[in-house]
């Protein structure tokens, strides 16, 4: 009888708890390794030259093909990918003091501090923030579980490199040899310890390359008084007999529109030309052994079970110049070969995501922090005003548009200047009074500016208001949208539903019935009749006279 008893019992209690959570209960995912692979000074362009993260990255998850850094410059762009704001929120506001440099930034406050908080297990290997040793070569951050960083000057070489690891210093390659190239190296050592902590619950992981950024040793045919970075022996001159691209933009003709620093500059001569193209040649050549590190950090989180279950990121700080508008080398400046950079994700585990997607959405690396909070959950919380948003709700829905317009500023004095980027306009204030506005439909390369063309003068105005706005916003006020008002309901029980739109410099609103394109309008009061029996999503794709886009979803009953 007691066993009978117990029994009974047993199954009673199974019962209720199958009844409680349903046949199909579901068991919540574990949450996702994340592994963030940071390149230096990339362009967008340079993907050209690294198929395998195109293939196993981005066609196995999502490529943004509208990426933007908010400053373009190492330490900056670094600072807002580990808080999640712009460099005027974060503090950040260069690469060396007093505006920049490590010291600047709060580093108790960071995403490392925050998925830490949250019980992940966290790893930063490779370069950090700009000047991170030069105070204290022991020094680590707080926040990170594991500590493998470059320390500077010796970051910027690659080989004799010195790495702070968990308060030892080490210094790979004192004589330089193949063995010990600093990309093989960081390849070597990230795959060590995802295999280590695989068994162990979630980790973040944070490979920041040195490639492409220019570095020693200088090697025989590098062009005097020009920085270049050093390509593995094994990719040495693979590019070489390449012809260096010319764009329409390449040593610009006429600079008579550009702000004073672009019109100082003379052409370039042949000799400069042939030093972008040796710098051109030896970047892309630095970049293969990035491709063969990512096939291999693949192919480890592959063999130890643990690729599905982890968001993969691929990105880099900030783009280059390679001759545009007559700039030789560097980047900082506002032009689009300084601005945009690769995104690309893959989390092949999270069966929302669909992959091999491209997103054509504005996204900027203030979004970073955002996304990777998200995807950890589990009580992963910033502790900063965020001015990012995540992008999984890009990567799931291509239509959605959150209307915000990008800021791109650089650090503060006489060469400063604040930037809006819109979807096809990028207008500019320079500290001196100088302006720029580009129409990027018409003139892609960014070669005649609009800012004295009277025909601009109501978008000018529009992006002015908006870009006085960027430079003080902070968290909300960086996403502001422009203020429509979108209502959909159905007529008593099973009637026609009626959708409309309010809100000013409206230009054109289409209807969607659950993604579906029903109808579009052009003219006030913005409404139309949809005639649909289930429940279903009916969104707003609102453009305006000023070049913003914005959607608005309502979800609408089915008949009774």
């Known amino acids: ?78 600072a807002s990918f580990l808080t999640g704001q712009y460099s005027h929120n974060n503090g950040v506001r260069g690469n060396a003091p007093p505006d920049g440099v490590y010291t600047k930034l709060d580093h108790t406050n960071t995403l490392a501090v925050w998925l830490q908080s949250a019980g992940y297990y966290t790893v930063h290997l490779g370069k950090y923030l700009n000047g991170y040793g030069l105070r204290n070569p022991l020094e680590i951050p707080p926040g990170w579980s594991e500590w493998h960083g470059a320390v500077d000057p010796t970051t910027y070489r690659y080989y004799n490199y010195t790495l702070n690891e968990n308060g030892v210093l080490n210094t790979y390659c004192a004589t330089p040899d193949p063995s010990c190239y600093q990309t093989d190296v960081y390849r070597d050592k990230a795959n060590e310890i995802i295999g280590r902590r695989t068994p162990q619950g979630p980790f973040f992981l944070w490979v920041a390359f040195l490639a492409d950024h220019s570095g020693g040793p200088r090697e025989p045919g590098d062009p005097a008084g020009f920085a270049t970075p050093d390509p593995a022996p094994r990719h040495a001159n693979r590019f070489a007999g390449t012809p260096l691209p010319e764009p329409p933009s390449f040593n610009e003709a006429d600079v008579s529109d550009k702000p004073t620093l672009i019109r100082r500059m003379p052409p370039i001569t042949l000799r400069q030309h042939a030093n972008i193209q040796e710098n051109w040649q030896q970047r892309r050549e630095t970049l293969l ?89 589990g009580g992963a919380r910033p502790g900063r005003v965020e001015d990012g948003v995540s992008l999984t709700r890009f990567w799931r829905d291509g239509g959605l548009e959150v209307g915000r317009d990008l800021l791109v500023d650089n650090m503060p004095g006489a060469t400063h200047f604040d930037a809006v980027r819109s979807r096809n306009f990028l207008y500019a204030e320079h500290q001196n009074g100088d302006r720029e506005l580009y129409d990027l439909r018409r003139d892609p390369y960014e070669l005649q500016s609009q800012h004295a063309n009277p025909a601009y003068d109501r978008i000018k105005r529009a992006l002015a208001g908006r870009l006085h706005n960027l430079v003080g916003c902070a968290g909300a006020t960086c996403r502001a949208r422009p203020p429509v008002v979108f209502t959909a309901a159905r007529r008593g029980r099973c009637g026609t539903v009626t959708a409309s739109l309010a809100g000013s410099g409206i230009t054109s609103v289409a209807f969607l019935v659950d993604g579906r394109r029903v109808a579009t309008d052009g003219r006030r009061p913005f409404h139309v009749t949809l005639r649909f029996k289930r429940r279903a999503t009916v969104r707003a794709r609102v453009a305006t006279s000023f070049d913003q886009l914005v959607t608005s979803d309502r979800v609408v009953r089915g008949c009774r």
């Open 289 to 377: 052994a990035v491709d063969e590190a990512v096939t291999s950090i693949v192919e480890t989180l592959r063999r130890t079970g643990e690729l599905d279950n982890t968001l993969l990121i691929f990105t880099s700080d900030n783009g280059f110049f390679h001759g545009e508008h007559r700039v030789r080398t560097g980047k900082v400046r506002l032009y689009e070969e300084s601005i945009r950079v690769p995104l690309l994700m893959r989390w092949t585990g999270n069966a929302t995501l669909p992959r091999g997607v491209h997103r054509k959405q504005l996204t900027m690396n203030v979004d970073d922090a955002e996304t990777i909070l998200a995807a950890a959950g």
């Open 1 to 78: 009888m007691k066993g009978g008893l117990a029994l009974a019992i047993l199954l009673a209690s199974v019962l209720a708890v199958t009844r409680s959570n349903g046949p199909h209960a579901a068991v919540a995912p574990p949450r996702p390794n994340i592994v963030v692979l940071e390149t230096d000074d990339q362009t967008l362009a340079e993907m050209e030259v690294l198929p395998s993260v195109r293939h196993l990255i981005g066609d196995a998850g999502v490529t943004f093909d509208n990426n933007f850094d908010s400053f373009s410059l190492c330490c900056p762009s670094r």
